[in-house]
């Protein structure tokens, strides 16, 4: 399959930049939730346009209503999501919970408050510090007709706002996912502020009681629908970051041609001219790798897992560069709030660090090849 987006995914394209400059801009959107300290770092009106756009449809198949679309295209509507450092559930809920809840009866809960971009969704796997999905040490034990849910979770990215978490813990059949709604007694949700203004969460599960119907597929089987989810998030995070540093790039490049020095402009010096060409170069390479994982996703291909992590990888080296760079070329005013370049590094940092940095996906990519 060619490299390149089809006539109806550069309509789509077209569509996504023209709406998120308009309506999920720095100033109208990030800036705006972010000095009013809102408790859940997003607008929900902008989200339910989200839904009035069918952006939230994107993913669910036709005859559940929605538009039954692929991986790439909610790839598309991220870059430019990640272009504007546009806050909102997109990522996690209309696409990791979306692919989670994939031909369940919780599809049928969810998919309706999803598509009209009034419900919010939340993923629940990291235990620690750093991803670790093979290390999930919260348990699930058997009670009555279901579950007792007791452990932590924390990096729960809009875990504040959620209406529902997808939830993974350790059965004594494997790993089981479960659906847990917002209020369920002994669930108790920490609000935290992340590095780039957004919200995430810690989660508390104090022998949680859930019926069988919470869970999401087969108890112990959970692994494989967690790897699908994961692919999807991460395939999906990485096309934000392509677009958070390509947006970082040009915000440097136009900078480059009005900044003077010496009486030149700074662009003309051929050490930054170098600089700016390696840029494009990477993250010419890091869109390359994202779209290619997403066609093999969308195919639901073999080789989709480690091409999932290449552009995991890639993309969030890229973007590390674009803002790293934008905001040393800007000089000093790149750490100012009044530039929105340093916004860019905050968000970098945050989406490298979601389903597995750089280095986490580089070992996993050096296993599956036999190292």
Request: proline share 1%.
């Amino acid at each position: 399959m060619p490299l390149y987006l089809t006539d109806d995914q550069a309509m789509l394209r077209d569509t996504a930049r023209e709406f998120m400059a308009a309506e999920g801009s720095i100033a109208k959107q990030y800036r705006k939730y972010r000095d009013m300290n809102c408790k859940d770092g997003f607008g929900h009106a902008l989200w339910k346009q989200f839904g009035e756009m069918g952006f939230t449809g994107i993913l669910i198949d036709e005859a559940d209503g929605g538009l039954g679309l692929g991986h790439v295209e909610a790839g598309i509507v991220l870059e430019e999501i990640g272009r504007n450092l546009t806050p909102s559930p997109f990522l996690v809920t209309a696409v990791a919970v979306v692919e989670a809840l994939r031909g369940t009866r919780h599809g049928e809960r969810w998919y309706p408050g999803i598509l009209a971009g009034e419900t919010v969704a939340a993923l629940a796997v990291d235990e620690g510090s750093k991803h670790r999905p093979e290390a999930i040490a919260m348990t699930a034990e058997r009670s009555g007709n279901g579950f007792r849910l007791s452990g932590r979770k924390q990096f729960v990215v809009q875990g504040a706002s959620a209406d529902v978490f997808v939830v993974a813990a350790d059965t004594t059949d494997g790993l089981t996912l479960f659906s847990v709604e917002k209020g369920t007694k002994g669930l108790e949700i920490e609000g935290v502020r992340l590095a780039d203004a957004s919200i995430g969460a810690r989660l508390e599960f104090d022998r949680v009681e859930v019926d069988a119907d919470a869970v999401i597929g087969e108890v112990g089987r959970g692994r494989d629908v967690l790897r699908r989810v994961l692919n999807a998030g991460r395939a999906g995070a990485a096309s934000e970051l392509v677009g958070v540093g390509s947006q970082a790039m040009a915000m440097t490049v136009d900078y480059l041609k009005q900044r003077k020095q010496f009486g030149r402009l700074i662009g003309e010096f051929q050490a930054l001219q170098h600089r700016a060409a390696h840029l494009y170069s990477e993250l010419e390479i890091a869109r390359a790798a994202t779209l290619k994982a997403q066609q093999l996703l969308s195919e639901d291909a073999e080789e989709a897992d480690m091409m999932v992590s290449v552009a995991k990888a890639k993309s969030g080296q890229a973007s590390a560069l674009a803002v790293q760079e934008g905001v040393q070329m800007h000089g000093g005013i790149g750490m100012t709030d009044e530039y929105d370049i340093g916004l860019y590094m905050k968000r970098d940092r945050v989406l490298n660090e979601l389903f597995g940095d750089a280095s986490y996906h580089a070992d996993k990519v050096a296993r599956l090849n036999g190292y």
